[in-house]
């Protein structure tokens, strides 16, 4: 090993680094960016965990109502499919049959009180979750 690395040395071996980060050039264009969020607004339903008398409100983040929505549709398509979905962001798990969700921790919930199970609501409007960026218009 130590030879090769004299012979490496003896012919002025030179290494120079790279300065300015590798760019890898995107093809997308506003169009496109709108068509791919427009794909993922489908699935990006808001859905919330409630209790009975509507004193716990919380809503689940958008991975979570994108995996619901998702298995939803799964179970439109194939009845023997799982019909329940893990949330490990939430520490719940999804029970799709009843449109309950059952909570395993609870320690950091604040808010929480009592009962461990919760029903699944969708909002009622049916419309989809709002992004920052929705305010500004996407010229086509």
């Given at each position: ?20 980060p ?27 965990i ?29 009845p ?15 029970d ?16 929480f009180?009592?009962d ?25």
């Amino acid at each position: 090993m130590s030879e090769s690395l004299k012979k490496l040395l003896k012919t002025g071996y030179h290494f120079e680094k790279q300065l300015e980060p590798f760019k890898k050039k995107t093809y997308a264009t506003d169009k496109d960016k709108k068509e791919i969020l427009s794909k993922l607004d489908i699935y990006n339903q808001p859905f919330f965990i409630e209790n009975e008398s509507k004193t716990f409100v919380r809503p689940y983040n958008s991975y979570d109502c994108m995996q619901i929505a998702m298995q939803l549709e799964t179970l439109k398509i194939d009845p023997y499919a799982s019909m329940v979905v893990v949330s490990p962001f939430e520490s719940t798990i999804v029970d799709l049959l009843n449109m309950r969700v059952h909570y395993w921790d609870t320690k950091n919930i604040k808010g929480f009180k009592g009962d461990k199970c919760f029903k699944l609501v969708k909002r009622p409007d049916g419309s989809r979750r709002q992004r920052p960026g929705d305010s500004q218009k996407c010229s086509d």
